[in-house]
């Protein structure tokens, strides 16, 4: 059974830097893409982003370009969120979740992932 643990949230002040860490076990990490979401008190769950199997495709959310960029390191079975020039509004419970299916990329909705880690608070304030 695939289990993703998220690590790496927490309090930062505005303009902060945060880098979360999802690892996943149970199976190889290549088999899937991965992909990040985060939900805020009252709002909707939001992709944030996303990184194909092999790692030569992502997806970065509109919310987060140019500050955010997902990585992953196969061998080490983690993925990455570096997150940069951080603003109250990213505050949220952060979550990686992984795709069953093989795809050229990946996929920005979270219907499309079936495996989820328990998440991970990050608070942007000052």
């Known amino acids: 059974q695939l289990q993703l643990v998220e690590s790496g949230g927490g309090l930062v002040q505005p303009g902060g830097s945060l880098r979360l860490s999802c690892v996943v076990s149970?199976?190889?990490?290549?088999?899937?893409?991965i992909g990040w979401f985060r939900q805020a008190p009252g709002k909707e769950q939001e992709g944030v982003s996303c990184?194909?199997?092999?790692?030569?495709?992502?997806w970065v959310g509109d919310s987060v370009k140019d500050r955010f960029t997902i990585s992953r390191e196969n061998d080490k079975n983690t993925v990455y969120l570096q997150m940069n020039s951080l603003k109250s509004d990213d505050t949220a419970v952060y979550y990686c979740?992984?795709?069953?299916?093989?795809?050229?990329?990946?996929?920005?909705?979270?219907?499309?992932?079936?495996?989820w880690g328990q998440g991970t608070q990050v608070t942007v304030s000052s």
């Open positions: 149970g199976s190889r990490l290549d088999r899937y893409a």
């Open positions: 979740a992984a795709d069953p299916l093989i795809r050229l990329g990946c996929l920005s909705t979270p219907e499309y992932y079936d495996s």
């Open positions: 990184i194909s199997s092999s790692g030569g495709s992502t």
